[in-house]
């Protein structure tokens, strides 16, 4: 179970996420779900092996700002998002152009839902599971 510590903005992404720094936490990680209309950013971070997250709802159309100006660790994984999603991240200090884990050929945003496709059972043949 993910526990959720705080909601934040656009408004006031960076400064919760630099308030987190002096507070001995460290960035672990950024998960992504595309709930549809929106997508829910989750930033992790942990202190003495306890898990701080941070959520933050995206619209389609908007663009995320880097957090890479407080953890720039974080580079990697906002690259991860423009390539998996299509979330475009602004002020990225190392920016892959969406080419940072698919080549030029790989289909675009391979992680985001497809309107009208779902899957309600997976069928597991040949005993394996």
């Known amino acids: ?46 202190r003495d092996y306890e898990l701080h997250t941070l959520k933050l709802e995206l619209s389609r159309d908007a663009e995320l700002p880097s957090i890479t100006p407080v953890c720039s660790c974080a580079f990697a994984v906002e690259n991860e998002l423009q390539d998996l999603f299509g979330i475009r991240v602004k002020d990225l200090k190392l920016d892959f152009c969406r080419h940072f884990i698919l080549n030029e050929d790989a289909p675009e945003k391979p992680l985001c839902r497809v309107p009208g496709v779902s899957v309600s059972t997976v069928e597991v043949k040949g005993g394996v599971q």
Do not use: C, N, W
């Open 1 to 46: 179970m993910m526990i959720i510590h705080e909601t934040i903005t656009l408004d006031d992404q960076i400064e919760k996420v630099a308030a987190l720094i002096p507070q001995g936490y460290r960035f672990v990680t950024i998960t992504t779900v595309d709930s549809g209309d929106h997508f829910d950013i989750y930033y992790h971070f942990d």
